[in-house]
């Protein structure tokens, strides 16, 4: 979800109006993976690098996640989703890591859409905290195999993403979902997250529809 700052301040608004807005897009785009029976979503809210914006900027994203999570969580109950929250929550204040734990138990019978939010992520240290995970198991006895690498990642409950959509303009993964996005379709947009609509999500879903998915075999073997 890239864009926001560009988007407010492009109407001479604080970097944080950008934020707020972004947080409609959230919503919008829920909703229709919800109609359109789409299983997983995964939103990159926050990276590893992100701590590196001014302070003031990165308190008000902490507090924009925590006000949101307590806001949307009946909504989120009510709606038949799934929320996980995949990422480091060492440096989260104990509240924060409280409520979100208390939503992923609230919700973790729920059938309906899959809700991931990626908060203080990056795809290299999920992959050296899987890493770790299975030295730890394992006693450091057992050479790692890719299946249980993946079991060891925090998005193990999901499939590999079929799509990557990046809004914002820019065109790298940005230490997101390195390991999964092997054989993921990318999708990049110029449209700023704020402006990414109903109809902006359609756009990219129809654009992935006409992809052929090789899998590294040919066309005709299809
Ligand atoms: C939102 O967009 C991404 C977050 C880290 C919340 P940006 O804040 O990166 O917006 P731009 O790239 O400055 O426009
Ligand atoms: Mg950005």
Known sequence: MDG?????????????????KGLESVRTVITQCQKLNIPFLTLFAFSTENWLRPTQEVNFLMSLFQESIKKESSALIKHNVRF????????FPKKLVDKIKELEKLTEKNT???LSVAINYGGRWDIVNAVNRHQKETLSKKPLTQKNLI???SLNYAPDP???I???????ISNFLIWQFSYSELYFTETLW???N??????ALFEFQKRERRYGKTSEQL
Not at 7 to 15: F, G, Q
Not at 84 to 91: E, F, H, Q, V, Y
């Open 4 to 20: 926001n700052g560009r988007w407010a301040k492009k109407r001479l608004m604080p970097r944080i109006s950008g934020h707020k």
């Open 112 to 114: 309906g859409l899959t």
């Open 151 to 153: 079991q060891n990642l």
């Open 84 to 91: 996980k929250l995949i990422g480091d929550r060492k440096p």
């Open 162 to 164: 079929d799509l990557l």
């Open 198 to 203: 109903e109809r902006a999500l359609m756009t």
């Open 194 to 196: 704020p402006d990414f």
């Open 166 to 172: 990046r809004t914002g303009g820019e065109k790298r």
